[in-house]
């Protein structure tokens, strides 16, 4: 089956560590995104990436750091600099741009403490 | 810039009860327009969606939408909601060379 796999589901980590928030997409799509969703909120897109090898600040980008080695492999690295990094994250992608359907991953439940 | 507005923030419908979600947008062109629904503590997934043609969509779950031009709306309805629709729904906006625009949700309950 074709999607897009998030993991971990539940992620713990202490104040002043990067931790590393797995995306994977088997669905061949050239485009991938990583939101941010907090609590009774809607989604802010963190970063996006449109080809491999290239990506792009999304709304709220300071603090986050991303990678785009593979086209199926979308890696986003919550960084110590990120000032309130307690959230629901999702990844997504898509064929190309704002102009085709995303299809969202599980999600990862970020805690840091 | 683009912009989406879902007026209602939380919705509380009896189960069998019709249902209308409201998503308006300010946009300069034809946007593309989608409807995607999230379960708690899960991601989003796509309802239905609008690129050109006919104004009204039927999507997945008994799911409809009219886009109204005049109205720059893209308004959400089931005849019928089960207890299994209550979640949340969100209203999105793309545009080709874009990303998507997402409104802040609406929140359905359904009352037995």
């Known amino acids: 089956d074709g999607g897009i796999t998030q993991s971990p589901k539940y992620l713990f980590r202490k104040e002043g560590q990067n931790v590393t928030l797995s995306c994977e997409q088997n669905l061949n799509h050239d485009a991938m995104y990583w939101y941010r969703q907090d609590p009774g909120q809607g989604l802010r897109l963190i970063y996006y990436s449109q080809i491999v090898n290239d990506f792009q600040k999304g709304d709220i980008a300071e603090g986050y750091s991303v990678s785009r080695e593979k086209k199926e492999s979308f890696p986003l690295t919550v960084t110590s600099a990120q000032k309130n990094p307690t959230a629901f994250y999702l990844c997504?992608?898509?064929?190309?741009?704002?102009?085709?359907?995303?299809?969202f991953g599980p999600g990862t439940r970020l805690t840091v403490t | 810039a683009q912009s989406v507005t879902q007026p209602d923030i939380h919705i509380t419908v009896s189960e069998g009860a019709s249902l209308e979600l409201r998503c308006n947008y300010s946009y300069g062109a034809t946007p593309y327009l989608f409807w995607y629904v999230q379960s708690p503590g899960q991601g989003l997934q796509l309802l239905l969606k609008y690129f050109s043609g006919d104004t009204l969509v039927q999507g997945i779950k008994g799911f409809e939408a009219e886009f109204k031009r005049s109205q720059s709306s893209f308004n959400l309805r089931k005849p019928s909601v089960h207890w299994s629709d209550a979640a949340e729904y969100f209203c999105?906006?793309?545009?080709?060379?874009?990303?998507?625009?997402f409104g802040p949700g609406t929140r359905l309950s359904v009352l037995p």
């Open positions: 999105a906006v793309g545009e080709y060379g874009q990303n998507f625009v």
């Open positions: 997504a992608s898509s064929r190309q741009d704002g102009s085709y359907e995303q299809y």
